[in-house]
């Protein structure tokens, strides 16, 4: 499957515990997406890349909030000291950008249950 | 960033067509209007997109009105498949979703 891969799909952890997901997108894409959704709601972005730069952030990116793409392929978003409020579904999407950059090829999310 | 307006849920028997409408009044002239729709427990799935000029995909027909304040996805025979949400966004950096239309085919 030449997909968005995303890892883990469930993560439980207990609050004030760190987290790291990972995504990894279609190969030859070069912009990467973080989204979270919660339930009822639709996805909410968080930030994206252009190869390895992030180019933006959303205001919902808390400082607890790290993403990183090091080599412009994967990449990992980190929640720090979790909050039962994070608990949602972190979905990663790519797209080849430019005229296409709004097509976007969602992964099937990681699902966080801070208890 | 404009914003946009669905119905929060519609009804479709299945075979026929689904005609999902959506208003973005304040679009931009240069801003496209794209379409995704959501499966319980999958991520957002990318359908269709447009500028002016009504377009069409395997997956669906889009209908842009000439003033581009609004639009319609068109699923031309519905199937229990296409029970989904489906989101109508005016294309920014980061997409932009709202809550959708939820459309429920039935038999």
């Known amino acids: 499957d030449t997909g968005v891969s995303q890892d883990p799909r469930h993560k439980i952890t207990k609050r004030g515990q760190n987290v790291t997901f990972r995504c990894d997108p279609i190969?030859?894409?070069?912009?990467l997406y973080w989204y979270r959704q919660t339930l009822g709601q639709g996805p909410e972005f968080l930030t994206y890349?252009?190869?390895?730069?992030?180019?933006?952030k959303s205001r919902l990116l808390s400082d607890r909030f790290s993403a990183e793409r090091p080599k412009g392929s994967f990449s990992t978003l980190e929640i720090q000291r979790t909050e039962q409020g994070d608990s949602a579904m972190y979905l990663c999407?790519?797209?080849?950008?430019?005229?296409?950059?709004?097509?976007?090829?969602f992964g099937e999310g990681s699902r966080l249950t801070v208890l | 960033d404009a914003k946009t307006t669905q119905p929060p849920s519609m009804d479709c028997a299945e075979g026929r067509a689904a005609n999902l409408p959506c208003n973005h009044s304040?679009?931009?002239?240069?801003?496209?209007v794209y379409w995704y729709r959501q499966i319980h427990s999958q991520g957002p799935q990318y359908i269709i997109h447009?500028?002016?000029n009504n377009e069409t995909n395997e997956m669906a027909s889009l209908i842009i009105t000439e003033d581009r304040k609004s639009s319609t996805l068109i699923l031309p025979h519905a199937t229990l498949r296409d029970t989904a949400v489906y989101y109508c966004?005016?294309?920014?950096?980061?997409?932009?979703f709202g809550t959708g239309t939820r459309l429920q085919v039935t038999l």
């Open positions: 999407a790519s797209s080849l950008g430019g005229i296409r950059d709004g097509e976007l090829f």
């Open positions: 190969s030859e894409h070069n912009r």
């Open positions: 890349f252009q190869n390895e730069a992030q180019l933006e």
């Open positions: 304040t679009i931009s002239g240069n801003e496209y």
């Open positions: 447009g500028l002016k």
């Open positions: 966004i005016v294309k920014t950096v980061g997409l932009t």
